[in-house]
């Protein structure tokens, strides 16, 4: 699945690297070069996954994910550090600061989207290629389709965002906001109420196969997918 990733490098000739390569397996990259300019793109767009190196002039990479890991829009993306240090002092600060993971320069583009991936499946499988099946109910992402016990069930894209989400977070709840922010990757310009019209129309998709008894309202909490409901 496509990825909106941005990568933190001030060498030049490393992040274009990392670019190209990202871009080539058809991720979509934003670019920065410090601090100042990762916050600004961050602020405009929350991205799907931050490689930040650590060595940056001004601000370190450290600080940056520190202050990533504190707010609470910021608090959950997947971010992997990009670095020279190989010490094993250094990883558990870089992991301790809240970065996901570690990739010590030099390393090999391929290395970097093998991380990448295990990651994703590890921290955001909703956004993977994985399919998902949970009581006869099938959601494959590659092919954008959902089934319910065989029959082809018509979803909207953001029904399908949703119901994937749902399913690869089975039978914990989350509120209204916590969906717009792992769902929409924003809250800022759309209301919660949005969130309740999208499941009514994800509910009434899933009808035909009955598998709308699947996502339940929490009352006074949210919405919570029971996987063995
Ligand atoms: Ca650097």
New binding site residues.
Partial sequence: MALNVLIV???AAIRELIAVNLESAGHHVSRASDAEQALTCIRRTLPDLVLL?W??PGQSGLAIARRLRANERTRTIPIIMLTAKSAEQDKVLGLEAGADDYVTKPFSPRELLARIKALMRRRAPQLTDDVVEAQGLRLDPTAHRVSGNGLALDLGPTEFRLLHFFMTHAERVYSRAQLLDRVWGDHVFVEERTVDVHIRRLRQALEASGHDRLIETVRGAGYRFAATA
Wanted: aromatic share 0%.
């Fill in positions: 490098e001030d060498e190196d060595m940056l």
